[in-house]
Nanobody, 116 residues
Framework: QVQLVESGGGLVTPGGSLRLSCAGS????????MRWYRQAPGKERELVAT????????IYASSVKGRFTISRDNAKNTVSLQMNSLKVEDTAVYYC?????????WGLGTQVTVSS
C-alpha cells in the first residue's frame, strides 16, 4: 500500500522557519521525483518545489525561491522542505507528491499557518 505521510506543520510568526518532512512507503521511493505543493483557502493548488529522483536537480516556484529548500534522503525514503523567512502568504496546506512516468501519489497534507 502506497503511503506518503507529511509532518512538521504548525503555527509560526512571520520571519520564522519550519521544516516539513514526508515519509514514503509501499513504493520504490528512489525511482520517483518528489514535489511539494500547497493550497491556500479559496485558491488552486500550487507547485512549490520539485526534486528529481537522485536529488541532483531542484526547481522552485518564484514565490519561494531563496527562502525554501527541498531535499531528500533515499536511504530513509524521506523528502523535506526547509522553509525560512516565512510570510503570511505562505499559509496553506502543504502536500507531498511522488511521481514518475506512469503514476503519482499524494499525501494528506500538513497545515502551515504564518500569523502574528
Amino acid at each position: 500500500q502506497v503511503q506518503l505521510v507529511e509532518s512538521g506543520g504548525g503555527l509560526v510568526t512571520p520571519g520564522g522557519s519550519l521544516r516539513l518532512s514526508c515519509a514514503g512507503s509501499g513504493f520504490i521511493f528512489s525511482r520517483y521525483a518528489m514535489r511539494w505543493y500547497r493550497q491556500a483557502p479559496g485558491k488552486e493548488r500550487e507547485l512549490v518545489a520539485t526534486i528529481n529522483s537522485l536529488g541532483g536537480s531542484r526547481i522552485y516556484a518564484s514565490s519561494v525561491k531563496g527562502r525554501f529548500t527541498i531535499s531528500r534522503d533515499n536511504a530513509k525514503n524521506t523528502v523535506s522542505l526547509q522553509m525560512n523567512s516565512l510570510k503570511v502568504e505562505d499559509t496553506a496546506v502543504y502536500y507531498c507528491n511522488a511521481y514518475d512516468l506512469v503514476s503519482t501519489h499524494w499525501g494528506l497534507g500538513t497545515q502551515v499557518t504564518v500569523s502574528s
